[in-house]
């Protein structure tokens, strides 16, 4: 049974940092497409990161466009989890960020996602 579990969220204030960390168990992740989707209060869920295997045994991260040059996914095969470094944290990052993992599809805006993790609750106050 696959499982992801997310960790790491918090209140914080604005301009400070977070991490976050996805735990995944349940079959070896290192050829999925994993990455990071937040849901604000009122809003829908939207793509925040992604980092999936590519050509040449590397691989290759997106992220939206609110968050390039702020936030860093990274990934560790070795423990089957993946990770968002977020920086300049600002108040509209408030939200419950969901762990995603893919089989296939790589994960960005509008894909449809093979599984999900429960959440954590990330709050920002200015």
């Known amino acids: 049974q696959v499982q992801l579990v997310e960790s790491g969220g918090g209140l914080v204030q604005a301009g400070r940092s977070l991490r976050l960390s996805c735990a995944a168990s349940?079959?070896?992740?290192?050829?999925?497409?994993m990455g990071w989707f937040r849901q604000a209060p009122g809003k829908e869920r939207e793509f925040v990161a992604g980092t999936r295997w590519s050509a040449g045994s590397v691989y290759y991260s997106e992220y939206a466009d609110s968050v390039k040059g702020r936030f860093k996914i990274s990934r560790d095969n070795a423990k089957n989890s993946v990770y968002l470094q977020m920086n300049s944290l600002k108040p509209e990052d408030t939200a419950v960020y969901y762990c995603?993992?893919?089989?296939?599809?790589?994960?960005?805006?509008?894909?449809?996602?093979?599984?999900w993790g429960q959440g954590t609750q990330v709050t920002v106050s200015s």
């Open positions: 995603a993992a893919n089989i296939a599809q790589a994960l960005r805006a509008g894909a449809r996602v093979d599984y």
């Open positions: 349940g079959r070896s992740f290192t050829s999925y497409s």
